[in-house]
């Protein structure tokens, strides 16, 4: 079964649920795909999919750090809510040990690609080790925090 099909068939049973806040959110992530597709004129796929989640999770968890900083815990608890539910169409989260595994991965499969004569990675190489290490995380790992890995072991001469 697709993750498409899994959040139609979720839509369908909180629909007979009468959970609306489960459905509005549901409904949300549907139209944020559709969009998607709509802009890229193409269908997408779990990956696809799991991208838009990503940028509807970081969106809600900056709009609940905006809420409480002007202390309006009830739409930051209507945003939590929504983070609850979006997290569950995520595929299970990578540990760190294994985020470590993918970033030495990646910048050895980077270090290889550069060439032989061209010496090592330097901080310079950070965009392209980050465009490889991105699709291997997408929606398994903050990528924020990967990047922090990345740029210490760079600066450290990878």
């Given at each position: 079964?697709?993750?498409?099909q899994?959040?139609?068939?979720d839509?369908?049973?909180?629909?007979?649920?009468k959970?609306?806040?489960?459905?509005?959110?549901?409904?949300?992530?549907?139209a944020?795909?559709r969009q998607?597709?709509?802009?890229?004129?193409?269908?997408?796929?779990?990956?696809?999919?799991?991208?838009?989640?990503?940028?509807?999770?970081?969106?809600?968890?900056?709009?609940?750090?905006?809420?409480e900083?002007a202390?309006?815990?009830?739409?930051?608890?209507?945003?939590?809510?929504?983070?609850?539910?979006?997290?569950?169409y995520?595929?299970?989260?990578?540990s760190?040990?294994?985020?470590l595994?993918?970033?030495?991965?990646?910048?050895?499969?980077?270090?290889?690609?550069?060439?032989?004569g061209?010496?090592?990675l330097?901080?310079?190489?950070?965009?392209?080790?980050?465009a490889l290490?991105?699709?291997r995380?997408?929606?398994?790992?903050?990528?924020?925090?990967?990047?922090?890995?990345?740029?210490?072991?760079?600066?450290?001469?990878a």
């Open positions: 079964m697709t993750l498409k899994q959040i139609q068939d839509m369908k049973a909180a629909m007979r649920a959970d609306s806040a489960r459905l509005g959110t549901i409904r949300l992530l549907i944020a795909y998607r597709e709509i802009d890229d004129q193409s269908e997408l796929d779990d990956s696809g999919v799991t991208a838009v989640i990503d940028r509807m999770l970081k969106q809600r968890r900056d709009s609940i750090a905006q809420y900083a202390g309006r815990d009830d739409l930051a608890q209507q945003e939590r809510s929504e983070v609850t539910v979006l997290s569950a995520l595929p299970q989260p990578f760190e040990s294994e985020v595994a993918e970033v030495e991965a990646v910048l050895a499969e980077a270090f290889t690609s550069k060439g032989e061209a010496g090592a330097s901080a310079g190489d950070m965009g392209r080790v980050m290490l991105k699709p995380l997408a929606g398994r790992a903050d990528i924020s925090k990967a990047s922090a890995l990345v740029k210490a072991r760079l600066a450290a001469g």
